[in-house]
């Protein structure tokens, strides 16, 4: 294998991909996402995030864009936003107690409230524990929004979905690249409306 022009292929893969999405309404649903994000936010809601894998690592920064900030150069208050992937006595005791499916529709159900957010990640579209996740939003009138991906077109989550970014890929690498620009230009659109209406 020539590993050179495989390295430049997933650069050139990555492109093309996010190209063909700037050409769908993907930029139209961040600005609507946006919109009630900071609905949520400014009439007292949070924002949850979860997801596995790398995906956990994206919940876990987007969150912290949120909480702590995004810009270095823009000062604001802090956003109300944590991970549903707490911490490894929580995941830990979940897992051995009821099963790794509930890891966060159990924090989801003690700590969310009508009105809150939570975004799933799941690249396949098909992770049982985001799927459980969005289950007890839907319960709890908690908005949901999926960062979704797979050759399923993001089903089975995308049903649970209130609002959804549906990546059209299968492969999960190019995916994840997609979502975490995807989840800063969101961070930055929430950042932008949270200021502005101050």
């Given at each position: 294998?020539?590993?050179?022009?495989?390295?430049?292929?997933?650069?050139?893969?990555?492109?093309?991909?996010?190209?063909?999405?700037?050409?769908?309404?993907?930029?139209?649903?961040?600005?609507?996402?946006?919109?009630?994000?900071?609905?949520?936010?400014?009439?007292?809601?949070?924002?949850?995030?979860?997801?596995?894998?790398?995906?956990?690592?994206?919940?876990?920064?987007?969150?912290?864009?949120?909480?702590?900030?995004?810009?270095?150069?823009?000062?604001?208050?802090?956003?109300?936003?944590?991970?549903?992937?707490?911490?490894?006595s929580t995941i830990t005791a979940c897992a051995n107690d009821y099963s790794f499916d509930e890891?966060?529709?159990?924090?989801?159900?003690?700590?969310?409230?009508?009105?809150?957010?939570?975004?799933?990640?799941?690249?396949?579209?098909?992770?049982?524990?985001?799927?459980?996740?969005?289950?007890?939003?839907?319960?709890?009138?908690?908005?949901?929004?999926?960062?979704?991906?797979?050759?399923?077109?993001?089903?089975?989550?995308?049903?649970?979905?209130?609002?959804?970014l549906v990546i059209p890929s299968a492969d999960t690498g190019r995916i994840q690249e997609v979502?975490?620009?995807?989840?800063?230009?969101?961070?930055?659109?929430?950042?932008?409306?949270?200021?502005?209406?101050?």
């Amino acid at each position: 294998m020539d590993l050179l022009n495989r390295t430049k292929e997933i650069f050139k893969d990555s492109i093309s991909l996010k190209e063909h999405v700037l050409k769908t309404d993907l930029p139209e649903k961040i600005i609507e996402i946006a919109d009630v994000m900071v609905h949520s936010i400014q009439n007292g809601g949070k924002i949850f995030f979860c997801g596995n894998g790398g995906s956990a690592a994206d919940a876990q920064h987007l969150a912290a864009e949120l909480l702590i900030r995004l810009r270095s150069h823009v000062n604001r208050d802090s956003i109300p936003a944590l991970t549903l992937a707490m911490d490894t006595s929580t995941i830990t005791a979940c897992a051995n107690d009821y099963s790794f499916d509930e890891i966060f529709a159990r924090p989801l159900s003690g700590l969310g409230t009508k009105g809150d957010v939570v975004v799933g990640i799941t690249t396949s579209g098909k992770s049982p524990n985001v799927i459980r996740a969005f289950e007890v939003a839907k319960e709890k009138g908690i908005i949901t929004v999926g960062f979704l991906g797979g050759a399923a077109a993001g089903a089975p989550a995308v049903h649970l979905c209130d609002y959804a970014l549906v990546i059209p890929s299968a492969d999960t690498g190019r995916i994840q690249e997609v979502h975490i620009t995807a989840g800063h230009a969101l961070m930055e659109v929430v950042e932008e409306k949270i200021i502005h209406s101050a």
